[in-house]
């Protein structure tokens, strides 16, 4: 297969080619390069004629690819507008679709609801943000959810609060208002607890007599003498802050 016999080839039709005999007539041509090179120039033109071979043959496949496709592109466009016809009818029913669901789902909502306000009367304050910690990780407005189901859910659910509330409140803990409100955010029992731990050692540290800060919480602040103090801290330090100041009986206001 020599310079000549590759311009005869790609002037014929690629369906043509003796795929078999020319693999074989490429391998015995490739051996000549099959050599420890010495000199650049010489390599350098025989990398140009590979080259050329391989340029002769990729030119003459893309012309055929390009044959292939002529009938496709041809088509293409008025298969597009078919198409596209169809996506605009299912785009207008995605559209009702989702505006049923969205009334499906306030519907149950609201009987969902109105069942979990008669359950949570135990759970007091902490019953409507609760309510939404438990609709956050249910399937209570999936429309395959029965109601029977959600009703059985809501029941689980405000008793396990019940009994983790009264735990919370069991532990004597001086910022037992802040932890329930951990709480009703949604964080775990084990959550809760370390941030208990946390708050002790902060006052532990100040060397704070919960019995002295109970008489202070008592007292009348005096805010037009009160100190003006800036901080600087990360987001959960200021929040640890203002939990231990809730607990002495600090009052503050944010500016």
């Given at each position: 297969?020599?310079?000549?016999?590759?311009?005869?080839l790609?002037?014929?039709?690629?369906?043509?080619?003796?795929?078999a005999a020319?693999?074989?007539?490429?391998k015995?041509?490739?051996?000549?390069?099959?050599i420890?090179?010495?000199d650049?120039?010489?390599?350098?033109?025989?990398?140009?004629e590979?080259?050329?071979?391989?340029k002769?043959?990729?030119?003459?496949?893309?012309?055929?690819?390009?044959?292939?496709?002529?009938?496709?592109?041809?088509l293409?466009?008025?298969?597009?507008?078919?198409?596209?016809?169809i996506d605009g009818?299912?785009?207008?029913?995605?559209?009702?679709?989702?505006?049923?669901?969205?009334?499906?789902?306030?519907e149950?909502?609201a009987?969902?609801k109105?069942?979990y306000?008669?359950?949570?009367?135990?759970?007091?304050?902490?019953?409507e943000?609760?309510?939404?910690?438990?609709?956050k990780?249910?399937?209570?407005?999936?429309v395959?959810?029965?109601?029977n189901?959600c009703?059985?859910?809501?029941?689980?659910?405000?008793?396990?609060?019940?009994?983790?509330?009264?735990?919370i409140?069991?532990?004597?803990?001086?910022?037992?208002?802040?932890?329930?409100?951990?709480?009703?955010?949604?964080k775990?029992l084990?959550?809760?607890?370390?941030?208990?731990?946390?708050?002790?050692?902060?006052?532990?540290?100040?060397n704070?007599n919960?019995?002295?800060?109970?008489?202070?919480?008592?007292a009348?602040?005096?805010?037009?003498?009160?100190?003006?103090l800036?901080?600087?801290?990360?987001?959960?330090?200021?929040?640890s802050l203002?939990?231990?100041?809730?607990?002495?009986?600090?009052?503050?206001?944010?500016?």
């Amino acid at each position: 297969m020599n310079e000549l016999q590759i311009s005869e080839l790609t002037k014929r039709s690629i369906t043509s080619w003796d795929f078999a005999a020319m693999k074989s007539q490429l391998k015995n041509i490739l051996k000549k390069y099959n050599i420890v090179y010495t000199d650049e120039k010489e390599a350098k033109s025989d990398k140009a004629e590979l080259n050329k071979i391989k340029k002769a043959i990729e030119d003459r496949r893309k012309e055929y690819r390009k044959e292939c496709l002529a009938p496709y592109e041809k088509l293409k466009p008025q298969v597009d507008e078919l198409v596209d016809m169809i996506d605009g009818s299912l785009t207008y029913i995605d559209g009702v679709v989702k505006v049923y669901k969205a009334q499906k789902e306030e519907e149950k909502l609201a009987e969902v609801k109105a069942y979990y306000d008669k359950q949570s009367a135990v759970l007091g304050e902490y019953a409507e943000p609760l309510f939404n910690v438990f609709l956050k990780d249910s399937k209570w407005l999936q429309v395959t959810h029965s109601i029977n189901e959600c009703k059985k859910e809501i029941l689980f659910a405000v008793e396990k609060s019940k009994r983790e509330i009264n735990e919370i409140k069991a532990q004597g803990s001086p910022f037992v208002s802040t932890l329930l409100d951990d709480y009703a955010n949604g964080k775990s029992l084990e959550d809760i607890q370390k941030h208990n731990e946390e708050l002790l050692t902060i006052t532990k540290r100040a060397n704070i007599n919960f019995e002295t800060a109970a008489t202070q919480k008592e007292a009348v602040a005096d805010k037009e003498n009160g100190t003006a103090l800036k901080v600087y801290a990360s987001k959960a330090q200021l929040e640890s802050l203002i939990d231990f100041m809730n607990a002495i009986g600090v009052e503050y206001e944010y500016i």
